[in-house]
């Protein structure tokens, strides 16, 4: 990282935005949960704040996930060096990066940096979220939800 640069390697790339989102909709999500759980029954706006707390959250799972390395392409949030902290402790490990653990590039994607990455010959780290490994949550989650609704259908109060 240049010594003058005083911006961390999520400022210096332009991505501190995805993680900003993802923390608010967090609370925004928890929020909305709060409100419905007051409301529902009371008001429509009850079941709309219910509608929004998934959203939230899924903004809050996969933001994080399109932080990636400029020069290499490293997927932060899942590389294999985040996979070793917990959540916690991944997030502030994010905030402190000086430069990609991959490449090493401090965020600005020079052409000098790509040249430098070409250069070293350091093989690009596979994304842990394989097309595979998407295909295989998407169908457990289905099934999951699936099956939840199709027991909740067999036992619903008929009037």
């Not at 933001?63 to 959540?87: F, H, K, N």
């Not at 994304?127 to 067999?154: C, E, H, K, N, Q």
Request: charged letters at 15%.
């Amino acid at each position: 990282m240049s010594e003058h640069n005083t911006q961390g390697w999520l400022e210096q790339s332009g991505q501190a935005w995805k993680l900003r989102v993802a923390v608010g909709a967090a609370y925004f999500g928890f929020l909305m949960l709060a409100v419905a759980l007051v409301l529902v029954g009371r008001s429509n706006f009850g079941v709309g704040a219910l509608l929004l707390v998934p959203m939230a959250g899924a903004l809050n799972a996969f933001l994080p996930m399109l932080v990636r390395c400029r020069v290499c392409g490293l997927q932060i949030e899942t590389s294999s060096w985040a996979r070793r902290l917990t959540r916690d402790a991944r997030l502030t490990w994010i905030e402190g990066l000086e430069s990609c653990p991959g490449c090493g590039d401090d965020g600005s994607a020079t052409v000098e940096s790509r040249a430098r990455w070409v250069r070293s010959g350091v093989a690009l780290e596979d994304p842990y979220w394989s097309r595979w490994r998407v295909v295989w949550a998407a169908l457990v989650t289905l099934l999951f939800v699936g099956g939840g609704l199709a027991i909740g259908m067999l036992y619903r109060v008929r009037p």
